[in-house]
């Protein structure tokens, strides 16, 4: 069974342009959280999704960036104009949630260079 | 405010030693999880524990919550070089809360 799978895991972009993080969970999986760990500090939750609908936004910063999972494909961050302090590794969780699994099972993460 | 404490913040001891790291909060969780994250990779489930006073075997390694459910440890026997890794333990909060609080973290360097 393959884990989370995230890609690119390297992403370099210079400032005010776009970067699109993808994130495909694990086989039976439904549920999708965004991470981001900023350098020398620790991992802090952005968003929840499940298909097609987004369940919790309250990490996510209020302007520029954007989540969706839509019912085919991978779940994508969408961040816009980016800016240096958008440097950082981001992270994406699968869990099935189901029949009491609430595990969140890690991808090995995009590593955003804002220049 | 970091709900989630851990410490020791680093630690680094010889191989076959023991050691124990800790992972404090004022708050109540309704499950922790720890998680080892190794150089440019996503943090690796390692346990999850949901009821106070529960321990939880691991091989070498031994997690306890805490009866209060505000704290958790993790007790390492014997440490290897494969231990050396940064280990991050996560909160829930509440249940049907989905989003994970992470704690500061504590790397540790086991010593050949």
């Known amino acids: 069974n393959a884990g989370v799978m995230q890609n690119p895991r390297h992403l370099v972009r210079r400032r005010g342009q776009e970067a699109r993080l993808r994130c495909s969970p694990m086989?039976?999986?439904?549920?999708v959280y965004w991470y981001r760990q900023l350098p020398e500090e620790g991992l802090k939750f952005m968003v929840y999704l499940q298909k097609e609908n987004i369940i919790d936004e309250s990490g996510m910063p209020k302007e520029r960036f954007s989540a969706e999972f839509p019912k085919e494909g991978p779940s994508i961050l969408r961040i816009q104009q980016v800016v240096r302090g958008d440097s950082a590794a981001y992270f994406c969780a699968s869990s099935p949630r189901d029949r009491g699994q609430y595990e969140q099972y890690f991808g090995p993460g995009t590593r955003l260079t804002v220049t | 405010t970091q709900l989630l404490e851990q410490s020791p913040q680093f630690l680094s001891i010889q191989e076959g030693e023991n050691l124990t790291v800790y992972c404090n909060s004022s708050s109540v969780f309704s499950s922790l999880q720890w998680y080892r994250q190794e150089p440019g990779e996503g943090p690796v489930l390692l346990v999850t524990v949901v009821t106070g006073g529960e321990v939880k075997k691991l091989k070498r390694l031994t997690f306890q919550f805490g009866d209060a459910r505000k704290d958790s440890s993790l007790h390492i026997t014997a440490a290897q070089t494969g231990d050396t890794g940064l280990y991050l333990c996560?909160?829930?909060?509440?249940?049907?809360?989905?989003?994970?609080?992470f704690g500061t973290g504590t790397r540790l360097t086991i010593i050949p």
């Open positions: 996560a909160g829930r909060r509440t249940i049907g809360n989905e989003k994970l609080t």
């Open positions: 086989k039976g999986h439904s549920h």
